[in-house]
C-alpha cells in the first residue's frame, strides 16, 4: 500500500478530454432539467471543488454557490466509516432547488449524512445530487446520485479534486495510485 507521496505512481484512468467532454454533457444536461429555475449549488469541499467549477459554467439559470466541508478519509486510503462535519453552515434553503455536487460517492455515507441533513433541516423545492464518480461496488448505505460522470472500479483514485493525504488534487486527469 502507498504511504508516502514519493512512492505514489499514478496510472491514468479518466483523461483531462474526457473529463472535459462528460462534464460539459452533463452540465447540459442539468440544465436543461432546471429549465431555468433558479438553483443553489452545495459543493462538497475540498474534494468537489474543480467538478463545480467546470459543470455551473454549462448552466444558464440563475444560480447561487455554497460551500460545506464534509471529511471521511482523512491521510487513509479507505473510508473511516464515520463523516466528520467541518463547516456546514448553510444559508434557508426552503423552497429553493438544491444541488449537491460530490467528487465521488463510494461507501454513500457522506451522500447519506448530507441527504438526511438537508431533509431534516430544510424543506426543499427539489433536492439533487450530482457525483462526478460512482464507485458502486463499495456501497454499505443504499443512495444513487441523480446524475453521475463516470462508474469506477474499487480502487483508489487521485486527481481532479481528489486527493491523497491532501495532494495531487491540481492533477487535471484522475489516475489511480499503483
Ligand atoms: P463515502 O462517504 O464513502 O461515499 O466517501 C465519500 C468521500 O470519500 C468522497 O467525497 C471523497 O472525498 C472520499 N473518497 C472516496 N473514494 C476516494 C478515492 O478513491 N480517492 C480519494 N478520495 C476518495
Ligand atoms: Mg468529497
Excluded at 474526457?18 to 438553483?39: A, H, S
Excluded at 467549477?53 to 454557490?65: A, E, G, Q, S
Amino acid at each position: 500500500m502507498v504511504t508516502k507521496l514519493e512512492d505514489l505512481k499514478l496510472n491514468k484512468l479518466i483523461s483531462e478530454e474526457e473529463l472535459q467532454t462528460r462534464i460539459k454533457e452533463l452540465g447540459c444536461e442539468i440544465d436543461k432539467y432546471y429549465n431555468g429555475e433558479e438553483v443553489t449549488v452545495i459543493c462538497v469541499l475540498k474534494g468537489s471543488v474543480m467538478f463545480m467549477v467546470d459543470l455551473v459554467k454549462n448552466f444558464t439559470m440563475p444560480m447561487k454557490m455554497e460551500f460545506i466541508r464534509l471529511s471521511s478519509y482523512g491521510s487513509n486510503m479507505t473510508s473511516s466509516g464515520k463523516v466528520n462535519a467541518v463547516d456546514i453552515s448553510l444559508p434557508d434553503l426552503n423552497d429553493k432547488n438544491v444541488l449537491i455536487i460530490e467528487d465521488i460517492v463510494d461507501t454513500g455515507l457522506t451522500a447519506k449524512f448530507l441527504l438526511d441533513f438537508i431533509a431534516l433541516n430544510f424543506r426543499t423545492k427539489s433536492t439533487k445530487f450530482c457525483s462526478l464518480l460512482d464507485k458502486k461496488c463499495k456501497r454499505q448505505v443504499d443512495v444513487k446520485p441523480d446524475y453521475y460522470g463516470f462508474d469506477v472500479d474499487d480502487v483508489f483514485l487521485v486527481g481532479y479534486g481528489l486527493d491523497f493525504d491532501g495532494y495531487c488534487r491540481n492533477i487535471p486527469y484522475i489516475g489511480n495510485a499503483v
